[in-house]
């Protein structure tokens, strides 16, 4: 399976500055995801990063606030822009891809990035 | 709207038996999925179900009921390590994943 790698894997950041994620595959992915897993909380996907083309975001996440940019098929990186402290939260990056013994499509995970926002 | 339910936390005792229920309400299905996360680390696939039955993968396997809305994850032989956050998700029909908050198992020696 794909390996990824993701940082910053914490920071503690200040209200009303922006902060970026990175995350770098081992492979050429077409479809990246990025995610948000606040405390006790499901995993909400924030927006799918496609290469060459905007990203598309899930409802209640705007491209103002969650910009992202896929340069290229093994990297993207997803900002958190004029931060506070309700965007304190765990970022994860993701990719689709085959499991041969199920068949299923299945996601792979980053490490993800802790933020708090003081 | 769209919903996953999944207890909070369990607790269960090394060398025992677990089973851990997840109940959804989504528009269409397209498989369910398990993920294992231990804390501060990244969410991992454990099994995958799109018909009705038992998938058994070593001491752990996963069972989905799609009449009745209802998937269970079954770990045996229960050790230290498998204290972790166990992830039920669902894909509808858009092929959208829906999450559910995640089964926090505490295993006690």
């Known amino acids: 399976s794909a390996v990824i790698s993701q940082k910053p894997s914490r920071d503690i950041c200040q209200r009303g500055t922006s902060l970026t994620i990175q995350c770098q595959v081992d492979?050429?992915?077409?479809?990246m995801f990025w995610y948000r897993q606040q405390p006790g909380q499901s995993l909400t996907l924030i927006a799918t990063?496609?290469?060459?083309?905007?990203?598309?975001?899930e409802s209640g996440f705007v491209i103002d606030k969650f910009p992202i940019s896929r340069p290229n098929l093994t990297f993207s990186t997803l900002t958190v822009s004029n931060m506070s402290p309700e965007d304190s939260s765990i970022y994860l990056c993701s990719v689709p891809q085959g499991d041969t013994l199920s068949g299923a499509n299945v996601l792979t995970f980053g490490a993800g990035s802790r933020l708090t926002v003081l | 709207g769209q919903n996953i339910d999944q207890p909070t936390e369990m607790t269960a005792t090394e060398g025992a038996i677990v089973q851990i229920n997840c109940t959804y309400q989504t528009s269409g299905f397209n498989g369910l999925f398990w993920y294992q996360q231990h804390a501060g680390e990244a969410p991992t696939f454990l099994s995958y179900n799109v018909l009705d039955g038992l998938e058994e993968k070593g001491r752990f396997s996963s069972f989905l009921s799609r009449s009745k809305g209802y998937s269970y994850l079954l770990l045996k032989e229960l050790q230290m390590k498998d204290s972790a956050s166990y992830l039920c998700?669902?894909?509808?029909?858009?092929?959208?994943?829906?999450w559910g908050a995640g089964t926090k198992l505490i295993i006690k020696p």
């Open positions: 990063a496609n290469q060459g083309s905007e990203a598309t975001y």
């Open positions: 492979s050429q992915v077409t479809m």
């Open positions: 998700a669902v894909r509808d029909s858009n092929y959208q994943l829906i």
